[in-house]
């Protein structure tokens, strides 16, 4: 408990399944959070997910990552309340499935790529410079579609991959500056939503068990390890 006393997260996509858990769990260790949400019903809902743990140490910023002004402005904002961030996670973008790739309309892989490829870009080029060197951490949430074939949601898939293969130069761009990275690629998730619907197994992990696995990471040395498989318990 609190050992993220005085630290500042922000969780791009802390408003999602799984970025929800995340920002429950660093609440929890005694962080402040800032959450930039599209919209405040979004904001909102995520208040109510964590009111019975530090919800005063919750800041929503309204503002849309993938796109660049949405970006600047929260970087902008954060700079001028906090003048740091200790610990940055990415956890963007959405599930697609429905089509083979000579079915794919142009709009939709174009929708596709910036919701799932173009907001990790611009959250790495206007808040990692916001981390503070040495002790900093940028952790990224990825799926288990960054590492197999996925029919149908080839769009989706090829994001994925191309998110590790940019954090994988993130990381080497890095090196020097004593800003950990972290690349967790995770296999299906509890989510609420899931679990509404009866879509769960038993060896699913929850949003917050990734929480703590970040947690647990921020506690330890850092060991140079970049990826993270956390496929099932």
Known sequence: MNSLHNKIALVAGGTG???????R??????A?????TRTAAKGERLREYVVDVAQDRL????????QEDGAQTVAQQVQNRYGHLDILVASLGGWWQGQTLTQLDLKTWNQLLTT???????????????????????AHINGFSAEQAYPKAAPVAMAAAAQKSLVMSLKE???????????????????????RHGWTKPEYYTPTDIGQYLVDQLNQPDSGELIHRLMGK
């Open 59 to 66: 800041v929503i910023i309204e503002a849309i990552l993938s």
């Open 17 to 23: 399944g799984v970025g929800e858990g995340i920002v």
């Open 25 to 30: 769990t660093l609440l929890t260790e005694g």
């Open 32 to 36: 402040t959070v800032i959450v930039p």
């Open 173 to 195: 761009e890095l090196n020097g500056t004593g800003i950990r990275v972290l690349e967790l690629i995770l296999g299906p998730i509890s989510t609420r939503d899931r679990v």
């Open 116 to 138: 799932n490829l173009t907001s990790h870009f611009l959250a790495i080029r206007y808040l990692v410079p916001l981390l503070t060197q040495q002790t900093g951490v940028y």
